[in-house]
């Protein structure tokens, strides 16, 4: 399964009915309606990581329940779904800081991020390569819209993760995962007559394949 990772922060960016229903879904966290959060994800489970439209907090469903102090079964629920314990909002916080904060300590070992495969070392050398592929490989798409541009530490949680990050403007975007020693990176639009473009990344650059 791909995951959705959303850096726009331009709301106005969305189409009215897809805000709609992920307002919906920010909302349900932000009560702490988890059979809400459930149900939406049971027709949306790409959705598990995302903010809500324009990203002003960076809160995802897993950080809402973090605040929320919400039960072990929920948290372990929505990580099973997928939600990364890595992830950050727009202040740096993960989860698990958010419940240590909150005194929510039932929740801090569940919470506590674990690394089922690692990253080509080292990790910084690599996302900034992958950061570079990415805004060569776009032109003016995101001087035009801005694009927070994804961590790879979600990588890390698990066996098989694949993240699909939709850059405005391109009619696409990029679906990435690990491969043994590299990042595998697919470019692909809507416009492509073949399959896309596929690229390598290493600590060392990136290139086509």
Known sequence: MSVQWDGLTDRGTFGDHYLEERDRFADRARDADWNGVFEELGEH????????P?????FTALHQAAWHGA???VVSRLIAHGGWRTQRTRDGRRAVDIARERGHTHLLDLLEPVAVRRLPAPEAALERHFHALLRDRTGRCFDQVE????????LTEGPAVRIVFTVVGMMGGFTYRLGEDHL???????MDADA?????????GWSAL
């Open 196 to 204: 896309g473009q596929f690229y390598r990344v290493t600590p060392e």
């Open 45 to 52: 489970p790409e959705w598990v990581n995302v903010p809500r």
């Open 147 to 154: 694009h927070l541009l994804p961590p790879l530490s979600p």
């Open 71 to 73: 039960e072990f079964a």
């Open 184 to 190: 595998h990176v697919h470019g692909h639009s809507r």
């Open 54 to 58: 324009g990203n002003r907090s960076g």
